[in-house]
């Protein structure tokens, strides 16, 4: 083979006594599509940054084209020839299409200035050149995100790249847009460039990718060629499991229960639109049962969950719990009148970070706790006591600060701030989404026992098979709409993944 | 590069937590051996009812910065109290604080509404309310220093209680409510769930908007005071030097005392003690001959170390 | 959310900058200004639209548009300059102090100054990472307590000889104008070039509208923050020359409330105080209405110069709030 485009040697990097990144090495060959997967917390993010010149490394040593190299900042590294393209997409909005494309490195005329007509020309005819045509002169933030993303990859390849990484490119774009983009990694795979694709989606790895690095606690557990990996094998040395062991328990831990929908809802939203993200979709949710929500992202999943707590502002629609209703709808009304939410976004809406552990579960609860505007610490005791036990929250102490903990324990406290509430609708948005796999069987297992014990929930994941383990009726949801509802045995992933896509055929959005 | 990086928080760490108490410490030392009448109670007496006002407007400050907000408009809002009291001092003594204090919670009203009901800035929009209040301040005063000699006000500005000056006693009422009330109270959790993760705080269902407009209410109020205090103490209104710049102080005694800018944490024990070390400072300045300017360039040259090192904090 | 955008290619002949400089929503700085302008000709009639009192405004405008220009800069890079009154006292008595040694050190000893603060400034923010508003402030301070230190305490007013090429200068007028307003003009337009036309320019746009983004993009960041600053600072060291040029004299105590004054203009022009959009071209129109309204304020014979001040704190917040709510529905 022929020298490596860039060659990470045996590299560690650790913060504040955390080893993030222990020996490792990575070789990336021009041509060559390698992906780069591992569960959230595996050191992914601490390598590109590594690589990339954001973090120095603390050992180890990196070589881009057969000579030694260490980037002080990530400009050093793109002047190189080394660009990335991150999961958030990295432009800046409010400027035009062709400023974003060509910023920092503008066409100049012979007096030092801009020369904007010739950078509009050449911005048009460089997308033209991925097949996307598009007014460049039109702010970046009006455009979908798919043609944002792969404005991005432009900007990436205009600059003479040599070595690309990908971090997580699709995560936030629709099948189609997908396509698009995998068509350019092929293109760029064809121009002898050599990409480092960080996803976390399987298939994406065996329809592109060449070889495959998996990273597992800031190591490398496994590099070699896709061909001749099985998905099971990859899957298992991800998450540092015994194959045969997750052939036994299956993908989840819910339990078998499934009771069918009877009597009247706890829960009835009706005809909730919130345009143009929302158009008209009502739930129902009864007590002991769990109601899954499917759909592709933005396909309006959290936008019902916000709209049935109450946080966004809705155009039309009604929510009720037990017939009775609030003059103003916002979350604390819905709490009020017995719903409890825990949000998507664990960080940004979840978590209060400097506030202790004790202070994050009583939040809500709150006015219940306060006698006189005065909080009474031994009542916050018992409940912060009871559900850290019940939950198995693992904490130094209730005072500990909610920031020092893993995502899996934050999770689990946020199911205790909305749990101790004693609500009779929960609804999860994401539940399990970035924690370990231990905490996510737990919370699996905990939310089938909550149904049993009479507890309505609307359970929303973009994992198939949660939804479809979990729930015993699931709604599909496309472009905003309520598109299928599905009862106990029409619930498969096959199916789900039909409605889904005969819905999006129908519209062409 | 990574040697000095492991290091360095160890240091800075130290500093940010208790640094005020160990800086005030070694500034009295120094007093005491080099100052010449330092060490005596009229001096020690004098110092600490100087810091009164600042100490005052800092706590209601540290509030505020514990919703990840400023209030810039503190110093207009103590000029507008002490307009307002020479108006009113007709009807009595007690309304006329009365309507200073109502003045102040009016001020409140209008930057807690702007900050939670119309999104803005909390730097822009407390700027603009400095502004108009300090016009305001002046226009009610026609710009002129208003002297007054009214016996209860003399009493609150300049007696004492058992030996202890009156507005000392009143900073310490002030820090005792604080304390309590973001101890203890359901209030001061609200405040800081407010400010160390807003979207959260509005998720669990907690009234958001009542407590930013709350914490503004009681920054405008406790700057009233202030300013009923610092008038009462002179017997004259100055409303176009009264409150001047005393956000700066006000903030600088935040920082220094621990409290980050990022919001979600209050220190007011360390605010007061934040408060006391600059007037030290100033006072060792001036003791030693120093001119103002000089007090005024150290004073800048304090806040920006302080905010340094507790820059460290808001990024991790 | 459309997939792949079908609007047609385009060679591109007409320029972003004329696109983005007019929007309907920015032209109504303009068109109040126009309005306020008539307002105050029929109501005033010649006592304002007089050629001697539009001379005045012009001259009056011409100090606050230079700061105001390098506000621009600075709340479009996402930050905030409060230093800038404190600036101007401080370049002013500088000049003055400086004039002893001839018009070379006059000019130079506070443009020197300046632009160290400026830097100064600049560092903390950009490199260091503290908040703009708490640095500014603290050089708020710093520079007053430094403008005082040179004028003994306020004891001392330095004054600038009638003979010296400085006050000829500063007191010259061409064309009916006097020299400080076609030094700002001067200045704008080239601040109009480097804005529109330079790469510092356009990364002090990427950079206010997401720091993050702009240096993953490789752009230099921390130097674009920094510059803004000095940029800042230079410009409002240049009004302070011109004023002490003007009055003969440097006085400490000037400029106190100007640095909001001139976040109004910037804002009332309609650039985002979360920086990333806006025009220097807004910024003009921001300085005159605001600088045409006080005149106004002072032609009503019963109001006090104290109302200058009501206004112009009330009219921030106004402008602010209405914009705030625009970018917000636009958003969504």
């Given at each position: 083979m022929s020298i490596p485009a860039l060659d990470v040697r045996t590299v560690s990097k650790h913060f504040a006594g955390v080893r993030a990144l222990t020996d490792v090495s990575l070789e990336l060959f021009p041509g060559e599509v390698h992906a780069l997967v591992g569960e959230n917390g595996a050191g992914k993010s601490t390598l590109i940054k590594v690589i990339t010149g954001v973090y120095r490394p603390d050992d180890g040593e990196m070589h881009y084209l057969g000579e030694p190299a260490a980037f002080a900042h990530p400009r050093d590294a793109q002047t190189a020839g080394v660009s990335t393209i991150y999961q958030e997409i990295n432009l800046v909005p409010m400027r035009s299409v062709a400023a974003n494309l060509y910023l920092g490195r503008e066409p100049v005329n012979r007096f030092g200035l801009i020369d904007f007509r010739r950078m509009h020309r050449e911005a048009g005819e460089l997308l033209a050149g991925y097949g996307?045509?598009?007014?460049?002169?039109?702010?970046?933030?009006?455009?979908?995100?798919?043609?944002?993303?792969?404005?991005?990859?432009?900007?990436?390849?205009?600059?003479e790249a040599r070595v690309v990484i990908m971090d997580e490119p699709t995560s936030s774009l629709e099948p189609r847009e997908v396509d698009l983009l995998l068509d350019v990694v092929a293109l760029l795979r064809r121009r002898q460039i050599a990409v480092l694709y960080v996803t976390h989606k399987l298939d994406e790895v065996f329809r592109i990718c060449d070889r495959v690095t998996v990273l597992r606690d800031g190591r490398v557990a496994h590099t070699g060629p896709v061909t001749g990996t099985s998905r099971l094998r990859l899957v298992a040395t991800m998450l540092g499991r015994d194959i045969d062991q997750i052939r036994r328990h299956g993908a989840t831990t819910f339990g078998d229960h499934r009771p069918a929908a009877t009597g009247t809802p706890v829960l009835r939203a009706e005809g909730l639109t919130r345009r143009p993200l929302l158009d008209g979709v009502s739930v129902e949710v009864h007590a002991g049962e769990v109601v899954g929500l499917a759909g592709l992202l933005g396909s309006g999943r959290t936008e019902t969950a916000k709209a049935v707590f109450g946080a966004d502002r809705l155009d039309e629609g009604a929510v009720t719990v037990d017939g009775g209703s609030a003059r103003r709808w916002n979350p604390a009304a819905a709490i009020r009148s017995g719903i409890g939410m825990v949000p998507e976004d664990r960080k940004a809406e979840g978590i209060v970070g400097d506030l202790s552990v004790r202070d994050n579960i009583v939040l809500a609860a709150l006015p219940r706790l306060t006698t006189a505007g005065f909080l009474s610490r031994r009542r916050e005791d018992a409940i912060v006591d009871t559900f850290v036990r019940r939950l198995r929250i693992k904490i130094t102490g209730p005072g500990q600060r909610v920031r020092e903990l893993s995502g899996g324990n934050q999770q689990k406290v946020l199911l205790a701030r909305m749990l101790c509430l004693h609500p009779r609708v929960l609804i999860l948005d994401e539940p399990t989404r970035g924690i370990d796999v231990g905490a996510k069987a737990e919370i699996q297992a905990l939310i089938s026992e909550l149904a049993t014990l009479g507890l309505g929930v609307l359970l929303i994941s973009s994992e198939l098979e949660e939804v479809v383990e979990g729930a015993g009726r699931v709604l599909v949801l496309r472009d905003g709409a309520l598109v299928a509802v599905l009862h106990d045995d029409e619930v498969s992933e096959a199916r789900i993944m039909r409605e889904i896509a005969q819905a999006s055929e129908g519209g062409t959005a | 590069?990574?040697?000095?990086?492991?290091?360095?928080?160890?240091?800075?760490?130290?500093?940010?937590?208790?640094?005020?108490?160990?800086?005030?410490?070694?500034?009295?030392?120094?007093?005491?051996?080099?100052?010449?009448?330092?060490?005596?109670?009229?001096?020690?007496?004098?110092?600490?009812?100087?810091?009164?006002?600042?100490?005052?407007?800092?706590?209601?400050?540290?509030?505020?910065?514990?919703?990840?907000?400023?209030?810039?408009?503190?110093?207009?809002?103590?000029?507008?109290?002490?307009?307002?009291?020479?108006?009113?001092?007709?009807?009595?003594?007690?309304?006329?604080?009365?309507?200073?204090?109502?003045?102040?919670?009016?001020?409140?009203?209008?930057?807690?509404?702007?900050?939670?009901?119309?999104?803005?800035?909390?730097?822009?929009?407390?700027?603009?309310?400095?502004?108009?209040?300090?016009?305001?301040?002046?226009?009610?005063?026609?710009?002129?220093?208003?002297?007054?000699?009214?016996?209860?006000?003399?009493?609150?500005?300049?007696?004492?209680?058992?030996?202890?000056?009156?507005?000392?006693?009143?900073?310490?009422?002030?820090?005792?409510?604080?304390?309590?009330?973001?101890?203890?109270?359901?209030?001061?959790?609200?405040?800081?769930?407010?400010?160390?993760?807003?979207?959260?705080?509005?998720?669990?269902?907690?009234?958001?908007?009542?407590?930013?407009?709350?914490?503004?209410?009681?920054?405008?109020?406790?700057?009233?005071?202030?300013?009923?205090?610092?008038?009462?103490?002179?017997?004259?209104?100055?409303?176009?030097?009264?409150?001047?710049?005393i956000e700066l102080s006000a903030i600088t005694a935040v920082v220094v005392?621990?409290?980050?800018?990022?919001?979600?944490?209050?220190?007011?024990?360390?605010?007061?003690?934040?408060?006391?070390?600059?007037?030290?400072?100033?006072?060792?300045?001036?003791?030693?001959?120093?001119?103002?300017?000089?007090?005024?360039?150290?004073?800048?040259?304090?806040?920006?170390?302080?905010?340094?090192v507790q820059r460290g904090r808001s990024r991790a | 959310m459309t997939a792949v955008e079908t609007t047609a290619a385009t060679t591109g002949h007409r320029t972003v900058t004329g696109r983005l400089w007019w929007r309907p929503d920015r032209a109504g700085t303009p068109i109040v200004l126009a309005l306020v302008l008539i307002v105050g000709s029929l109501v005033f009639g010649d006592s304002f639209a007089s050629g001697r009192n539009l001379g005045n405004i012009a001259l009056d405008s011409s100090y606050l548009l230079l700061i105001a220009t390098g506000m621009t800069f600075v709340v479009l890079s996402g930050g905030i300059d409060l230093s800038v009154g404190s600036l101007l006292a401080l370049s002013g008595v500088l000049t003055a102090?400086?004039?002893?040694?001839?018009?070379?050190?006059?000019?130079?000893?506070?443009?020197?100054?300046?632009?160290?603060?400026?830097?100064?400034?600049?560092?903390?923010?950009?490199?260091?990472?503290?908040?703009?508003?708490?640095?500014?402030?603290?050089?708020?301070?710093?520079?007053?307590?430094?403008?005082?230190?040179?004028?003994?305490?306020?004891?001392?007013?330095?004054?600038?000889?009638?003979?010296?090429?400085?006050?000829?200068?500063?007191?010259?007028?061409?064309?009916?104008?006097?020299?400080?307003?076609?030094?700002?003009?001067?200045?704008?337009?080239?601040?109009?070039?480097?804005?529109?036309?330079?790469?510092?320019?356009?990364?002090?746009?990427?950079?206010g509208d997401n720091l993050e983004a702009a240096g993953l993009m490789g752009l230099p960041t921390a130097r674009v923050r920094v510059l803004v600053y000095v940029v800042s600072a230079l410009l409002t060291g240049i009004a302070g020359v011109l004023v002490a040029a003007q009055t003969q004299s440097g006085l400490p105590t000037i400029g106190e409330g100007r640095e909001l004054e001139a976040i109004a203009a910037v804002v009332i022009g309609g650039t985002l105080l979360t920086g990333g959009a806006g025009s220097l071209a807004g910024t003009l129109a921001g300085v005159l209405l605001l600088k045409v309204i006080q005149n106004l304020i002072n032609q009503v014979g019963t109001l006090t110069s104290y109302y200058q001040q009501v206004v112009s704190g009330t009219f921030l917040i106004v402008v602010v709030l209405i914009q705030s709510r625009l970018t917000r529905r636009r958003m969504r």
């Open positions: 996307i045509t598009v007014d460049v002169r039109r702010r970046l933030g009006e455009l979908g995100l798919g043609v944002q993303q792969m404005i991005a990859v432009a900007r990436a390849l205009s600059t | 590069m990574t040697g000095t990086r492991t290091a360095r928080p160890d240091v800075l760490t130290v500093l940010r937590g208790g640094g005020v108490y160990p800086a005030i410490l070694l500034l009295l030392l120094f007093n005491v051996a080099f100052t010449p009448n330092f060490a005596t109670l009229t001096n020690l007496r004098l110092q600490l009812v100087q810091v009164a006002p600042v100490a005052i407007v800092a706590i209601g400050m540290a509030l505020v910065i514990g919703t990840e907000g400023i209030d810039l408009s503190v110093g207009s809002t103590m000029a507008l109290s002490a307009a307002l009291l020479p108006l009113y001092l007709g009807y009595g003594v007690w309304p006329a604080v009365v309507v200073a204090l109502l003045a102040g919670a009016a001020v409140g009203i209008v930057n807690g509404s702007l900050v939670a009901f119309g999104h803005m800035q909390p730097i822009i929009a407390t700027l603009g309310t400095l502004v108009a209040c300090r016009g305001l301040a002046l226009v009610l005063a026609d710009g002129r220093l208003a002297e007054m000699f009214d016996p209860v006000l003399g009493t609150l500005g300049n007696d004492s209680v058992l030996g202890v000056p009156i507005s000392v006693l009143l900073v310490l009422v002030v820090t005792g409510a604080a304390v309590v009330a973001v101890r203890r109270a359901a209030f001061g959790r609200r405040l800081l769930a407010v400010g160390g993760n807003r979207a959260a705080a509005t998720l669990a269902g907690l009234p958001v908007n009542r407590t930013l407009v709350t914490v503004y209410v009681v920054s405008g109020v406790l700057a009233a005071a202030a300013g009923v205090l610092s008038t009462a103490r002179q017997g004259a209104a100055d409303p176009s030097s009264a409150g001047l710049l005392g621990g409290t980050p800018l990022s919001g979600g944490r209050i220190r007011i024990l360390g605010t007061l003690m934040g408060a006391l070390l600059m007037q030290l400072i100033i006072a060792t300045v001036i003791q030693h001959d120093l001119p103002d300017s000089t007090a005024r360039m150290l004073q800048a040259g304090i806040i920006v170390a302080a905010v340094y | 102090y400086g004039a002893q040694w001839g018009t070379l050190t006059a000019v130079l000893l506070p443009l020197a100054v300046c632009g160290v603060i400026g830097l100064v400034n600049g560092l903390l923010i950009g490199t260091a990472g503290i908040a703009p508003f708490i640095v500014t402030l603290a050089s708020l301070l710093f520079a007053r307590g430094l403008a005082f230190a040179v004028a003994d305490e306020g004891n001392k007013v330095h004054l600038i000889p009638a003979d010296l090429a400085l006050t000829r200068l500063g007191q010259a007028r061409w064309l009916g104008l006097s020299a400080p307003v076609w030094f700002a003009l001067v200045v704008f337009a080239a601040a109009v070039v480097v804005l529109n036309r330079t790469r510092f320019g356009q990364s002090t746009f990427a950079v």
